[in-house]
Structures are given as C-alpha cells and as structure tokens.
C-alpha cells in the first residue's frame, strides 16, 4: 500500500543539537514531497518542498532535508536546535498528477535547555 | 495579510448532535481542502474544492458528514448524528490554485471536535 512513514513518533533533544527527523514513502513512482511544522495552537506551517533537480532542499528557520531515491527517504535535518523549534513535525506527499496531501503520523520534538 | 480561520476553535457537542464547522480562506484562493486530525495520528483528507469543478469528496468516511462551499469562500463541514469517533481536530487549508504539487496549502488553527 501506498504511504507516508515517520518511524519516530517523539525525539527530544537538548537545545544546540543536531536533528534529523526521518521520513520514508512508499511509491512507485517519485511522489513530490513536504515537511510541515505543527506549533502549540497553530496551524501547519510548510518548512520546505522537494520537486526535482537538487536533491538538497533549504527552508525556513535553517531546516533542510536531502531526498534519497535510493532509499525513499526524506529526512528533515537542522545543525542547531533552539529551543522554539518544539513542535509536531509532518512528513508528507502528493503523487504525480493527484491533488491530495497525504501525511505521515507526525514527529513530536522535545527540546530541553 | 488575513491567514486561514476557522470557527469555532472548540466545539463540544453530545453523541446524535449534528455540527457545523466553518472555513474561511484566504482571499483570492480557489482551492479548499478539508483535513482530520486524530489525536497522536497525521492528517487525514476528507474533502477537497477547486473553483467550480465536483468537490473530491473521495476522502469523506461516511455519508454523515458532508461540505459546501459558496463560490471561493467560505465553506462549511457539516457532520450529522456525530459519535464519539469523530472527535478530533478538523483542518481547513486554501492554496491559490487547485494542486497540491506546486502550491504551498495555508492552514488554519482548527476546529477542535469533542463528542461526548
């Protein structure tokens, strides 16, 4: 079946640390990818996009994430963690020609000072 | 510029009540996407409106709930005799075109459905 995995359900980590968040899909064909942060009380926000061409893609608030088609992964990193970047962390996808989200089960990140 | 909102931010209704959550897009968007959140689950499709196309409705769990949405504003998802099941956290999105493959979906805060 066609999906979306986040296989952590909850990361903490301490505050200057590095992150990745993995995500993996299962499709036959490249599906176009997102990563949405979900803050306390506020709605999605998209932190960065992959639809071709460099696999290394930057976003907001010093997030990136590198698409593996080797591996289906599209695993979001950041090189410092401050402690604002608490929050649901979504993975998600849209297949070539469809006009549907689908999003993986979230990430929640703790961050101790 | 006014984001995405959603009304109202909480709803507590009891088993066999119908209720109605509203949408309003941002301005000029003519795509509108509607979402359910389960709690410690992502985000499940339930209903997408481009312009003046058929809704997709492809993603409605039953013949309990439904949609309208008036031109390209504001829309409404209404779910009728609600069970406990369908406490959740209900999303509304709008982008500017009718895909998801090049527009960024602006969300709103959601509507947080308790059934009691």
């Known amino acids: 079946a066609q999906s979306v995995t986040q296989p952590d359900i909850h990361i903490t980590v301490s505050e200057g640390a590095s992150l990745e968040l993995r995500c993996n899909y299962s499709?036959?064909?490249?599906?176009?990818l997102f990563w949405y942060v979900q803050s306390p009380g506020q709605g999605l926000q998209l932190l960065l996009k992959?639809?071709?061409?460099?696999?290394l893609v930057q976003g907001i608030k010093g997030f990136e994430a590198e698409f593996k088609r080797s591996q289906s992964s599209f695993n979001l990193r950041k090189p410092s963690v401050h402690w604002s970047d608490a929050a649901e962390y979504f993975c998600?996808?849209?297949?070539?020609?469809?006009?549907?989200?689908?999003f993986g089960t979230g990430t929640r990140l703790q961050v101790f000072p | 510029g006014a984001g995405v909102s959603q009304s109202p931010s909480n709803k507590v209704t009891e088993k066999g009540k119908d209720v109605e959550l509203r949408c309003d897009p941002i301005?000029?968007?003519?795509?509108l996407y509607w979402y359910r959140q389960r709690l410690g689950q992502g985000l499940e499709f339930l209903i997408y409106?481009?312009?003046?196309?058929?809704?997709?409705k492809s993603g409605l769990p039953s013949d309990r709930f439904s949609a309208e949405r008036t031109g390209e504003s504001v829309s409404t998802l209404t779910i009728q005799r609600t069970q406990q099941e369908d406490s959740a956290v209900y999303l509304c999105?709008?982008?500017?075109?009718?895909?998801?493959?090049?527009?960024?979906?602006?969300f709103g805060p959601g509507t947080r459905l308790t059934v009691t």
């Open positions: 999105a709008s982008s500017p075109e009718g895909t998801g493959l090049r527009d960024e979906q602006y």
């Open positions: 499709y036959g064909a490249t599906p176009y």
């Open positions: 992959y639809f071709s061409g460099d696999t």
């Open positions: 998600a996808v849209v297949l070539y020609n469809t006009d549907k989200l689908i």
């Open positions: 301005s000029g968007h003519t795509a």
């Open positions: 409106f481009q312009g003046n196309s058929a809704p997709d």
